[in-house]
């Protein structure tokens, strides 16, 4: 491969670049793309109401 | 022939012709009646060409290819013999380099010089590689040449006549081989643009013939060869490998909570709340396995991991069954006593997990098991498949080019008969 090549193949291996570095990000934080699991965010109740019903096992 | 050794006297009209080429030119044509001669006796036998046509790039018209300054001596159409289509040669010169060619067909362009060694030891009949290039065998064909003007360094009509022409191409370049009883001569060119032309004689491109299709050399794209792009692609998917290797291999999969909950337990509250358990090392995936011993019976249940510090809550659910009986001299089963789910981006903190199950008929009984920083072959794949979207296109492309370019050759690979 020369540096023409190479040179050619700018927009793809940056293109490259781009993609692999958000698959590493995505993997370091942990960040499923294809999820099946539905998962929905919410600010949730306070700490004391989930303690009032803790079980312990 | 009369007159001084650069200059020609027409024994047709008595135009006295400068000869440009001085010594080196064997063949020309009247600048005015255009009639065709040898130097040193005239052609007897040929009148004047009956075909008319008019070069695009005027003769002596100088231009620069590769920093070399050639000019255009001469002008001829050949026409081929089997099929009669026709295309134009122009004869360039250069002192020091000598002489090369510009060919053009339907506005599409080569240039074209002759080299001391052939690629090949006489005519490959198909194929050959040199120079990392793979050469097929485009055309075979006999030509006339129906037009000339200007001088040339050769008889050109009675070369032509005589020769056998063999083009081996491996766009943008292409090996032609001239062969008659005396002689082998080889050329090598390359495919150049209407612009590049027009650009190196300095000329409005639009006084060039229009461009029609795609030239038999022209390359399919510019600016890197099929080769370097299958290997930047298996050295990006080598990486790829690679860097999925690390994080198989760096995943911590800590199991941070284990546990089983009971039906009986539950008592009359509605669910059930895990003990609390860390979840370190920064933003990162968490995995939660349910198994439940389920036989002909289905579990659900709905999961909250809260934050206990900031109260954040991540809800989702799982629904397993299972299955299984014994029908016409057969066992079979369908479903899982297990599931899991993932959730994605779960910062670090101090989590709990509530539970809202619903058991089904027998089952009284479920264990989780929740797994932080779990590693993900989805991301791989989705990965590498875009990354192949363009080298896929590509390759698709260019078949679909190729198959197209080769339609014209009685060479076609494409061919299947």
């Given at each position: 491969m020369s540096w023409d090549d190479l040179k050619g193949l700018k927009y793809y291996l940056g293109f490259a670049v781009v993609v692999i570095s958000f698959y590493i990000y995505s993997n370091l934080v942990g960040?499923?793309?294809?999820?099946t699991t539905k998962t929905t965010h919410e600010q949730g109740a306070s700490r004391s109401h989930s303690r009032g019903y803790f079980y312990h096992k | 022939m009369s007159g001084s050794n650069y200059t020609i006297a027409c024994l047709n009209c008595g135009t006295v012709n400068t000869v440009?080429?001085?010594?080196?030119?064997l063949a020309m044509t009247c600048a005015s009646c255009k009639y065709y001669l040898r130097l040193g006796k005239w052609n007897t036998d040929r009148s004047i060409f009956s075909f008319k046509a008019e070069p695009a790039i005027p003769l002596g018209k100088k231009g620069k290819f590769d920093g070399v300054v050639y000019e255009v001596m001469g002008f001829v159409v050949k026409q081929e013999t089997k099929y009669h289509y026709k295309w134009r040669e122009y004869l360039l010169f250069n002192p020091m380099q000598g002489y090369a060619f510009l060919a053009e067909y339907n506005g599409n362009w080569n240039f074209v010089w002759p080299v001391e060694?052939?690629?090949?030891?006489?005519?490959?009949?198909i194929d050959f590689y040199h120079e990392d290039n793979y050469y097929r065998l485009y055309q075979k064909y006999r030509a006339e040449v129906v037009y000339a003007r200007g001088e040339f360094f050769f008889d050109v009509v009675d070369l032509g006549e005589s020769t056998v022409n063999h083009e081996y191409i491996a766009p943008p370049y292409v090996y032609t081989l001239e062969k008659n009883q005396d002689s082998i001569l080889w050329c090598k060119g390359e495919y150049c643009s209407p612009g590049e032309i027009a650009k190196a004689f300095g000329?409005?491109?639009?006084?060039?013939p229009a461009k029609e299709g795609?030239?038999?050399?022209?390359?399919?794209?510019?600016?890197?060869?099929a080769g370097s792009l299958i290997i930047a692609s298996l050295a990006i998917l080598i990486l790829m490998i690679a860097l999925q290797f690390f994080f198989n291999g760096t995943?911590?999969?800590?199991?941070?909570f284990s546990g089983t909950f009971n039906r009986n337990e539950l008592k009359d509250q509605k669910f059930f709340v895990s003990s609390s358990f860390d979840l370190k090392g920064g933003t990162k995936s968490v995995e939660v396995d349910v198994y439940a011993p389920l036989v002909n019976d289905w579990f659900y249940a709905d999961f909250a991991l809260i934050?206990?510090?900031?109260?954040m809550e991540y809800n989702f659910s799982k629904d397993i069954e299972f299955y299984s009986g014994y029908e016409g001299g057969e066992s079979w089963s369908e479903g899982s006593t297990r599931g899991e789910a993932f959730i994605s981006q779960i910062p670090e903190g101090r989590y709990h997990v509530n539970i809202y199950p619903e058991f089904g008929t027998s089952n009284e009984s479920f264990s989780m098991r929740v797994t932080r920083d779990v590693s993900s072959l989805s991301n791989f794949f989705v990965t590498v498949l875009v990354l192949a979207i363009f080298p896929a296109v590509f390759f698709i492309h260019t078949h679909i080019v190729e198959a197209k370019r080769w339609e014209d050759s009685d060479y076609s690979p494409y061919t299947t008969e």
């Open positions: 960040w499923r793309w294809l999820n | 440009r080429g001085k010594a080196m030119t060694h052939g690629p090949k030891e006489g005519a490959p009949e000329m409005p491109v639009k006084t060039l795609r030239g038999y050399t022209q390359p399919v794209i510019t600016g890197f060869r995943a911590k999969e800590e199991v941070v934050n206990e510090t900031t109260g």
